[in-house]
């Protein structure tokens, strides 16, 4: 049976599409039939950061307002095999978006992949809301930052009360993802700890991905960071991946990089 | 170290640590607020100032808290005003 996960953040900027990317792709590297659903009407990227902007004919509008079959908007990955992604309306009205659309494309899609990988806009209109709605599990992606964390409590909120397993009496198990972390800072108490985020928000925490100048890099040549296995970045991502698909992995990159005297001289980030 | 470090940067030292503070007052307060009906706000005003026409109360006398309950929702009024001499 197909699992729905969404990936949600409610502030923008977070890291849910980047996540979105890699997490769908680890999947697939995984063996697994994964779809990615890009939610973000009128302002998509997914496609962007997946590298498959070019290929974009239809979209999950014209598969709900029956202009496209679902088959005809469905873009295949040409680095991973099993992969697929379904891109947003960069040009319609987000009310095109809606509720019995998503359950038929959402059901359809189930029946032919393993996961559905739903990447929620930020904030919490209905484009968000309705990403969440169908979900069977969710990666809330929080940086350790006091608004992006206030706005995550805000959506597990939301996933306890406004989805189908809420109206049906479970709630949606959620996990953590903390991106952009910077392990020096949280040693010299100027960032929170993913201990603190995770306490705050209590939920479990499914990876932490070091701030890192791969992720730009990756989406500027619109490859998925995961791909990059020299990246610190890269490899968390499949560490998270292999804990959601329930391994039992010790965290890494949470604690600062003994650099030696030169490299501290003249820097050596990657 | 840790300490070594803060004693020269006394700016930094620890804003982690008001961030976190400063969450958790706020994440509980947003959790209250979640839970209560829409209307509160508009009863809580309604209810002070019917209470200010009848008492010589000030505002700060009136206290009214929600509490959420398992099987019923509760309003908590507690109005202090002088008594006459």
Redesign the interface.
Known sequence: MAKVVVVTSGKGGVGKTTSCASIGTALALQGFRTVLIDFDVGLRNLDLVMGCERRVVYDLINVISGEAKLSQALIKDKRVDGLFMLPASQTRDKDALTQDGVEKVIEELKADFDYVICDSPAGIERGAMLAMYFADEAIVVSNP??SS??DS??VI?LLDSKTRMAENGQSVPARLLVTRYDPER????????VK?VAE?LAIPVLGVIPESESVLKASNQGVPVVHDQQADAGIAYLDAVARFLGEDRPMRFITPERKGFLSRMFGGRR | MKRLRSLFQRDNAASADVARERLMVMISQDRLQRNQPDFLPRLQKELIEVILRYTKSSQEDIQISYHSLPQQAQLELNVTWPSRS
């Open positions: 930052e006091v964390v206030r409590d805000r909120g949280v040693e010299l108490s100027e960032m929170m700890s603190d705050i």
